[in-house]
């Protein structure tokens, strides 16, 4: 059974940072392509960043420059690290794992980034 449980989340001031986490269990992090989306209230899902298998990385033009996706391998776990935030990346951050057996979500974490 694949989890995906986020932490990290909280209120921060615009212009901080936070760091989420995503523990993995039922997947290998470094053999699926592992993702974070967020969904603003009231907005669609969006891909915020992604790391393929091969580390290859990719992430939205709104949050380029600012996050860094990583995994640490030992610990099964992808990490957001999240700088200079705006009050526009508040949202629900959810982790997502992929491969030929479907996709899989997290519940997610909320951020809320204050003026």
């Known amino acids: 059974q694949v989890q995906l449980v986020e932490s990290g989340g909280g209120l921060v001031q615009a212009g901080g940072s936070l760091r989420l986490s995503c523990v993995a269990s039922?997947?290998?992090?470094?053999?699926?392509?592992m993702g974070w989306y967020r969904q603003a209230p009231g907005k669609q899902r969006e891909l915020v960043a992604k790391?393929?298998?091969?580390?290859?990385?990719n992430y939205a033009d709104s949050v380029l420059g600012r996050f860094t996706i990583s995994r640490d391998n030992a610990k099964n776990t992808v990490y957001l690290q999240m700088d200079s935030l705006k009050p526009e990346d508040t949202a629900v951050y959810y982790c997502?794992?992929?491969?030929?057996?479907?996709?899989?979500w997290g519940k997610g974490t909320l951020v809320t980034v204050s003026s």
């Open positions: 997502t794992s992929y491969d030929v057996g479907g996709v899989y």
């Open positions: 039922g997947i290998i992090v470094s053999i699926n392509g």
């Open positions: 790391i393929t298998s091969g580390g290859s990385r």
